[in-house]
């Protein structure tokens, strides 16, 4: 079974710096593309950064020319490296990927989500 495993979240102040990771599990057979969504409280989720195998990236607005998303395709693994936090970038931060296994197209699967909190 295909799972995405999220980590790096925590509690930072203001102006601080974080890097989030996500694997994928090795059952697989190619990743297109990779992302990061974040939902805080009574917002919906919305789209912070995406990349594709060929390592085109996208940022939301509010995330350009603070985060960094990446990935390490050897090891099915994308990255968000986040600096300048801001209180408003308090969110559970989640790992989306758009994955082929054996026996199944490419479906998306979304991390367990990991909590980022930037204190003021």
């Known amino acids: 079974q295909v799972q995405l495993v999220e980590s790096g979240g925590g509690l930072v102040q203001a102006g601080g710096s974080l890097r989030l990771s996500c694997a994928a599990s090795?059952?697989?057979?190619?990743?297109?593309?990779m992302a990061w969504y974040r939902q805080a409280p009574a917002k919906e989720r919305e789209l912070v950064a995406a990349t594709t195998s060929g390592g085109q990236s996208n940022y939301a607005g509010s995330a350009k020319g603070r985060f960094t998303i990446s990935r390490d395709n050897a090891n099915n693994t994308v990255y968000l490296q986040m600096s300048d936090l801001k209180p408003e970038d308090t969110a559970v931060y989640y790992c989306?990927?758009?994955?082929?296994?054996?026996?199944?197209?490419?479906?998306?699967?979304w991390g367990q989500g990991t909590q980022v909190t930037v204190s003021s």
């Open positions: 989306n990927a758009l994955i082929r296994s054996y026996g199944v197209g490419y479906t998306a699967y």
């Open positions: 090795k059952s697989i057979l190619s990743i297109n593309l």
